[in-house]
């Protein structure tokens, strides 16, 4: 269940920064409260997983869910560049997750 939470954080870390972009520096009311909303449940969820998981993992994936996932909805929808080492370098990130996933040691 920890690695659910850490995953729907993960995600909700994409919208948290989706919606900084979205508030303009916090300066719209409604996408900034939705905003802050979105980061303090990221965290939530994230503490919620470091019941079971290893700190330095958890928090090494939810990062590079974050970061993956904004610039993955950067480049599709926002266009942002696609250069083939910008998606070689979110592939490594990728990798990394699963690495750490797979050698978490909690099954």
């Not at 503490?47 to 869910?65: K, N």
């Not at 929808?77 to 797979?102: E, M, Q, T």
């Amino acid at each position: 269940m920890a690695w659910i939470y850490l995953a729907i954080a993960g995600l909700l870390e994409i919208a948290f920064a989706l919606g900084m972009k979205w508030s303009q520096g916090f300066t719209r009311p409604l996408p900034g409260v939705a905003t802050a909303v979105l980061g303090i449940a990221s965290i939530w969820l994230l503490s919620v997983s470091l019941r079971a998981l290893p700190v330095g993992t958890a928090y090494a994936v939810w990062t590079g869910i974050g970061a993956v996932g904004t610039a993955l909805v950067g480049i599709v929808f926002l266009g942002d560049a696609a250069s083939p080492a910008r998606v070689a370098c979110l592939a490594a990130i990728i990798g990394g997750l699963i690495g750490l996933k797979l050698l978490a040691g909690d099954g």
